[in-house]
C-alpha cells in the first residue's frame, strides 16, 4: 500500500492514549476553524471511531491531521494508515450496523457521514488508508 503519510508529521496510535490524543488534537485544530461546538463534537467523534480501529485491529498505525483550503474554503484533513491485517471485505464493513467488536457504535460508516469527505484504501496482509474532511460551513 503506497504511503500516504510523512510518519515525521504524523502522530503515532498503538494505544487508548493515543486514540484520546487524536480526539483532542482533531478538536483543538478544528477549533482554529469556524466549526460550531456541534461539529467539533462531530469531528472528534470520527477522529476517536478511526483511531479506535486503527488500535483495535491494526495494533498501530499513524494519524495525520492538519488544516487545508480549496479556494476560500478552510477545512481539516485527517489521514489515517496503518500496516495491519486490511479489511477483507470493505463494502461489508461500510455497511450500518456491521461490528466485530464492541466500538463506538458507529463504525465506518458512522465515520463517513459525519465528515463531508471519506476515502478509504485497505489491501489483506498490507493495511488500510482512510482520508477523511471537513469543511468550514
Request: with cysteine; glycine share 10%; hydrophobic share 40%.
Amino acid at each position: 500500500m503506497m504511503s500516504a503519510i510523512s510518519h515525521d508529521t504524523a502522530m503515532p496510535l498503538s494505544s487508548d492514549i493515543d486514540v484520546l490524543k487524536a480526539r483532542q488534537c482533531g478538536k483543538e485544530l478544528a477549533a482554529s476553524l469556524r466549526f460550531s461546538t456541534s461539529e467539533l463534537t462531530i469531528i472528534a467523534t470520527a477522529i476517536s471511531e478511526i483511531a479506535r480501529n486503527t488500535v483495535l485491529y491494526a495494533k498501530d498505525g499513524w494519524m495525520e491531521l492538519r488544516v487545508i483550503q480549496k479556494g476560500n474554503r478552510r477545512g481539516l484533513l485527517v489521514i489515517a494508515e496503518d500496516g495491519g491485517p486490511g479489511i477483507t471485505d470493505l463494502s461489508l464493513a461500510m455497511q450500518d450496523g456491521y461490528t466485530t467488536s464492541r466500538g463506538l457504535g458507529i463504525g465506518l460508516p458512522g465515520a463517513k457521514r459525519l465528515m463531508d469527505e471519506f476515502e478509504i484504501a485497505s489491501e489483506v496482509g498490507k493495511g488500510t488508508t482512510i482520508i477523511m474532511k471537513k469543511w468550514e460551513r
